[in-house]
């Protein structure tokens, strides 16, 4: 394995003026902005940290990058909760500072996709507070979905729903006048009042939102709960079990409707107006064969598939997860997603990582953090092993895949911050049985040393472990095993290789192992278990592009994959 050097900078003006389709089998890397890197040295990262890592960014040789929200906000929910969706969080930086960064990237050759929040807004969000300020039926509520609470006094809530963060799902405020008032809605944390899509006014000042990004040159959106944004609310609400119970077939009250899909019919028809098209990416946690609603050309066009995410690291697994999507994607006529890691699950290489003492624990969940810690339970070696076997394995998947920063490091997940330093709602909201998402979240490790190990010039806004200088950048550099040469050379090697959306399995023999070759010859081989396989055993085998472990006399150790041409 090789240590890649810096490509030569073509940018995107010249080379893909135009190019519909640059999404369908893009790498694409998350961003969590205040974790990247911070340029002024406040401990949160900034979109000038950003600018000062593109050439990192182009020399690991991804497509896009997508940022999670930059916006203003209190960060109830890191940022998931946007006071202003057309304004940048003054911790973040200014507009002049994102212009910079879309005119970098572009110049690098890398897209830009931000994300969009339009299920809910923040409480601080100039919509809410007028709501606050006026009375019971006004047009100024209407933004936001306000019921009248029950029992004698209006002291009840509409409904006993929970929030998805834990507690319930309605807040109470207080009237103008002092009094104790009515109730809204809110899907996740009470700074997080959902949006009432059924006003007009909402839904224009949207498109206002995607034109007014759109034109300062973003290539692309990442739409969050994109599932949530349609809702049928009865006069009598039903209840949470009445809820749970009913079918998630487009009629839901709250879920994944039908008619959330005129939304994005309209939103389609903005991204049309430029060129290329703008692009979108569904978040939707939906049943699987409702994805390619989400999919469709005319609507988004591409949604998260988060099924080799929520699968253990097993051969059967993914054998049947990745047969399945390819068939879906062409329903809808899109290109599948892959994805392993984001900022809201435990890091690929910690899952793999973790003994199987509970079965039913939810290991995509947080909850084995709260059982004595990592060094109990965690095998980090083995963990990393298979995660960087099953990244290879992703990357020579047809569709895109959208990889999460720091996972090219191999970072395991961050267990041990203390208790007053967390950040994330679902931890506050869950006491005792959530630790929340912090531990994907910890500023990445650029260097050895230093007081944030490079991420900036003081403490980070999140605790990082001694452990970090071990996966930092300067470290892995020059290693040529390293994690992070690793998946340079892989995506260096997935540009040029990659052709055609389709794979053929081939049969290896042996359940525990998986191999599939593209139309170009281009072949992937997995172990899922500890032995060994010989890739003679392939008959039509070349010689080995890359491997996660090293092959030596054709033989592919457990738990690896292995490139082959
Ligand atoms: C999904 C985002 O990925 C998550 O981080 C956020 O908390 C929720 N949506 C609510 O916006």
């Known amino acids: 394995m090789s240590t890649s050097t810096t490509v030569e900078t073509q940018g995107l003006p010249d080379t893909q003026p135009s190019d519909p389709n640059w999404w369908r089998q893009a790498a694409v890397y998350q961003i969590y902005p205040r974790s990247f890197s911070d340029a002024d040295g406040n401990g949160v990262g900034d979109l000038r940290g950003i600018i000062s890592r593109v050439p990192y960014l182009q020399d690991l040789g991804i497509d896009a990058v997508w940022i999670s929200p930059f916006y203003p906000s209190a960060l109830a929910d890191g940022g998931y909760d946007v006071d202003d969706y057309r304004d940048i969080d003054p911790r973040i930086g200014t507009l002049a500072d994102f212009d910079q960064l879309v005119?970098?990237?572009h110049a690098a050759g890398i897209r830009l996709i931000v994300d969009i929040v339009p299920n809910h807004t923040s409480d601080r969000h100039e919509w809410?507070?007028?709501?606050?300020?006026?009375?019971?039926g006004s047009a100024a509520r209407d933004r936001y979905i306000f019921r009248d609470g029950g029992g004698e006094n209006g002291e009840q809530p509409p409904s006993d729903w929970v929030s998805i963060f834990g507690g319930g799902a309605w807040s109470r405020i207080t009237e103008p006048d002092g009094s104790p008032g009515q109730?809204?809605?809110?899907?996740?944390?009470?700074?997080?009042?959902?949006?009432?899509?059924?006003?007009?006014?909402?839904?224009?000042?949207?498109?206002?939102?995607?034109?007014f990004w759109s034109d300062r040159g973003v290539d692309g959106f990442r739409v969050d709960v994109a599932h949530g944004l349609a809702k049928d609310l009865p006069e009598d609400l039903h209840s949470q079990a009445e809820l749970d119970a009913l079918p998630k077939d487009g009629s839901h009250p709250t879920w994944d409707r039908d008619d959330v899909h005129e939304i994005y019919r309209e939103w389609r028809q903005?991204?049309?107006?430029y060129d290329p098209p703008r692009i979108a990416v569904a978040e939707a946690w939906v049943e699987s064969d409702r994805r390619p609603l989400y999919a469709s050309a005319e609507g988004l066009g591409q949604a998260f598939n988060f099924d080799?995410?929520?699968?253990?690291?097993?051969?059967?697994?993914?054998?049947?997860?990745v047969s399945f999507n390819l068939d879906l994607a062409k329903t809808s006529g899109s290109s599948t997603t892959?994805?392993?890691?984001?900022?809201?699950?435990?890091?690929?290489?910690?899952?793999?990582?973790?003994?199987?003492?509970?079965?039913?624990e939810e290991k995509a969940g947080t909850n084995w953090l709260l059982a004595?810690?990592?060094?109990?339970?965690?095998?980090?070696?083995?963990g990393l092993r298979r995660a960087r076997a099953a990244t290879l394995f992703e990357l020579a998947l047809p569709g895109s895949a959208y990889l999460y920063q720091g996972e090219e490091l191999g970072l395991h997940e961050v267990a041990e911050i203390p208790e007053d330093q967390r950040q994330d709602p679902t931890f506050f909201r869950n006491p005792g049985v959530s630790v929340g998402r912090d531990g994907c979240r910890v500023p990445l490790p650029w260097s050895a040393q230093g007081p944030s190990f490079g991420f900036g010039d003081g403490a980070a806004h999140l605790p990082q472990p001694e452990w970090f200088r071990d996966f930092s950048v300067e470290t892995e550099q020059t290693d040529p095993e390293s994690t992070l040469n690793l998946y340079r050379e892989a995506l260096r090697l997935r540009a040029q290789l990659h052709s055609g959306e389709s794979l053929t399995w081939l049969e290896t023999g042996d359940p525990d192992v998986l191999a599939f070759t593209r139309p170009n010859g281009w072949t992937c081989v997995t172990t899922f278990g500890t032995g060994s396989f010989d890739l003679a055993t392939l008959g039509a085998a070349g010689s080995v592009l890359l491997s996660s472990r090293p092959v030596e006399q054709n033989v592919l150790p457990g738990e690896s994959t292995a490139w082959i041409r």
Not at 199 to 211: G, H, I, K, M, P
Not at 270 to 273: G, I, L, T, Y
Not at 309 to 316: N, R
Not at 372 to 382: I, R, S
Request: glycine fraction near 4%; charged fraction near 30%.
């Open 270 to 273: 903005v991204f049309d107006e």
């Open 308 to 321: 080799l995410l929520e699968a253990d690291f097993d051969a059967s697994q993914f054998r049947e997860i």
């Open 372 to 382: 004595g810690g990592p060094q109990a339970q965690l095998d980090a070696e083995g």
């Open 128 to 136: 809410f507070r007028e709501a606050l300020r006026s009375p019971r």
């Open 183 to 211: 109730w809204y809605l809110h899907h996740f944390a009470p700074e997080q009042p959902d949006l009432n899509w059924d006003n007009r006014e909402v839904r224009e000042d949207f498109l206002y939102t995607l034109r």
């Open 103 to 105: 005119e970098t990237l």
């Open 338 to 360: 892959w994805v392993l890691s984001n900022h809201d699950v435990v890091r690929h290489a910690t899952r793999y990582g973790l003994t199987e003492s509970d079965p039913e």
